[in-house]
């Protein structure tokens, strides 16, 4: 069970880290709109698909697991700063909030389950 929990907890972010990667490296729009609106257009989304691309691999490989949790906390913790400074909680953005709250929460779940 404890196997099956921390391959779970490996997964879930790693497969939202993953999917995401197409919006931002593919320049859609909605993207392309939330990184001007950090002021961060295109070399934040770029640089934070590339990390977001290391956390994602890390994660779904044992023996580096712990540091893409650790990065993928870091990412997430640096995106919800975003919503609740400059971005908010509506509409697609709340959709991004909560992705990025389950990516920290499940690499939290990792970083605790490997120190066990």
């Known amino acids: ?4 929990l921390f391959v779970a907890l490996r ?3 790693a497969i939202i880290l993953l999917q995401t990667l197409l919006f ?3 320049g859609a729009e909605q993207s392309v709109e939330l990184f001007r609106q950090l002021g961060a ?4 989304r ?3 698909g590339v ?3 290391i956390a994602g691999i890390f994660l779904l490989m044992p023996t580096k697991a712990i540091k893409g949790a650790y990065l993928a906390v870091v990412l997430m913790i640096g995106a ?3 919503h609740v400074m400059t971005l908010g ?6 959709q991004l909030a909560v992705m990025a709250t389950i990516v920290l929460l499940t690499s939290v779940g990792v970083i605790y389950t490997h120190k066990k």
């Not at 069970?1 to 099956?4: G, H, L, T, V």
């Not at 257009?41 to 934040?44: L, N, Q």
């Not at 909680?89 to 709340?94: C, D, R, S, V």
């Open 51 to 53: 990390l977001e691309l």
């Open 80 to 82: 919800l700063g975003a």
């Open 24 to 26: 931002k490296f593919t």
């Open 1 to 4: 069970m404890k196997k099956f």
């Open 89 to 94: 909680f509506e509409g697609m953005n709340g």
């Open 41 to 44: 257009e295109p070399a934040g």
């Open 11 to 13: 997964v879930v972010p």
């Open 46 to 48: 770029y640089i934070s």
